[in-house]
């Protein structure tokens, strides 16, 4: 087949909003190391309060992610993207000028009321066509993980330099450099592309709750990115005090860590692109998890334990996030992709947001190793589910352009493309004269299928 490049624009255009997108996330991640060391530091902290410092983003991030996404249908795309840009930058501001424990509290909670992750994914999918949005969407998942590594590296130097407030006014200047980088380099979109392909519908939300391999892809990023949470509620605490390694010096465990786990999930990535080993794949990455937990319980007392668990589990958590999203779209309705993926990031905030207070509060009730034995828990829950639950069926999606047609013709041209042996489910959009397929690669007759193609 043919391959169809992205055009100069769509180029320009991706690279510009994952530069927009990354800029956020590095302001949302350069802390994470570092800002449960700062909090009980403030007045008025307790364990539970520092958990919320760190998590708290989370919670509004969730509660705003798709209402954010219905107003830019309304209003557009980049006026939305502004504003929430503009919150996150306030959040930043008064994070950086807090005197106490619920000023950055207050702070990370505007931080993550400037939810625009899903109009910028819809504003990428405006600015691309269809045959590109894979690939789009791709390229701004690599560069939130790279971002990630970055911050993980960059947060306890910065910190060291100028201070966790320091790094606060970092973020409300990279969150205003972001608005500049929206306004001068990225195209506006004549119309807008549709829902189904890229946001949530709301009246799609109980179909896909209800569908359970969704669900329990859904559970398992709420689990993975509480398990996050909730370790960075004490690592950076380990560290210093089990360590002895000064807050300025932790890049010299992350950066190791860091590099030997991206080294480590290359060939992991590699194999689960094959199908028949995925599912294994899958459980085994879970598995890591909880190995690192293990070993944090283990050997958190030491700084070679800390920087080997560690190492696990990145070695897992990078593994996940990388499959989880690709899951998620093989797995859902090709008419509620869209929607799949928004309920999907929704249980990751809310998992942040959980992983923030349960770990804090457990951390102050009974202290660090119990927070381990938390994790250790939540991620034998998930194992067991990823073990025991169905055989997971994949399916490729496809475009297809079959030509305008009235809509009444639209159910028939569906009806017609799934007596081609290989598609599992078809969806036709007639005023845009494309149909949106769930194919079986293997067994797919595509000299069947081109016989419907009108290009």
């Not at 949302?28 to 909090?39: I, R």
């Not at 972001?178 to 592309?193: D, K």
Request: hydrophobic residues 55%; contains cysteine.
């Amino acid at each position: 087949m043919k391959k169809d490049p992205m055009s100069r624009t769509e180029r320009r255009a991706v690279a510009t909003l994952a530069g927009i997108f990354g800029l956020r996330m590095l302001g949302l991640f350069l802390v994470l190391p570092v800002l449960a060391l700062y909090a009980v530091r403030l007045p008025g902290h307790t364990p539970l309060l520092v958990g919320l410092a760190v998590g708290a983003y989370g919670l509004t991030q969730a509660l705003l992610q798709i209402p954010y996404g219905l107003l830019s249908d309304r209003f557009g795309r980049k006026p939305l993207i502004t504003i929430g840009l503009l919150v996150f930058a306030l959040g930043s501001v008064v994070a950086a000028l807090a005197d106490g424990i619920w000023g950055v509290i207050i702070g990370r909670a505007l931080q993550g009321a400037g939810a625009i992750a899903a109009v910028v994914l819809a504003l990428t999918a405006d600015l691309t066509r269809e045959e590109q949005r894979t690939k789009a969407m791709a390229l701004i998942g690599i560069s939130i993980g790279l971002v990630f590594i970055i911050a993980l590296i960059a947060g306890p130097i910065l910190a060291e330099w100028i201070g966790v407030s320091g790094i606060f006014w970092v973020t409300c200047v990279l969150a205003l450099a972001a608005i500049a980088v929206l306004w001068l380099s990225v195209p506006t979109p004549i119309q807008t592309a549709r829902r189904g392909a890229v946001q949530t519908a709301p009246s799609q939300i109980k179909d896909v709750l209800s569908d359970p391999q969704l669900l329990r892809f859904d559970a398992g990023i709420f689990v993975l990115h509480l398990v996050l949470t909730a370790m960075f509620v004490v690592v950076p605490l380990a560290l210093v005090h089990q360590g002895n390694l000064a807050v300025g010096h932790h890049w010299k465990v992350y950066v190791p860590v860091m590099v030997l786990s991206v080294a480590a999930v290359i060939p992991v990535i590699y194999l689960s692109t094959r199908k028949h080993l995925i599912g294994k794949i899958f459980a085994g990455a879970v598995l890591l998890l909880l190995v690192s937990q293990l070993l944090m319980l283990v050997g958190y007392h030491s700084l070679l334990g800390l920087a080997i668990a560690l190492w696990v589990f990145f070695w897992g958590f990078n593994a996940l996030e990388a499959m989880l999203p690709s899951l998620i779209s093989r797995v859902a309705p090709a008419a509620s992709k869209g929607t799949a993926i928004g309920v999907y990031n929704t249980f990751e905030f809310m998992g942040v947001f959980a992983g923030g207070v349960v770990g804090g509060w457990i951390y102050g009730e009974w202290g660090m190793a119990w927070v381990f034995l938390f994790c250790l828990l939540m991620s034998g829950i998930w194992l067991v589910l990823a073990v025991t639950g169905p055989a997971l069926k994949l399916f490729d999606s496809r475009l297809l352009r079959v030509g305008q047609s009235a809509p009444e013709q639209a159910k028939a041209l569906a009806d017609r493309l799934l007596t081609v042996p290989g598609v599992m489910e078809a969806i036709v959009i007639a005023e845009e004269g494309v149909a949106y397929l769930k194919i079986d690669k293997q067994a797919l007759d595509e000299e069947k299928l081109r016989e419907f193609s009108s290009s």
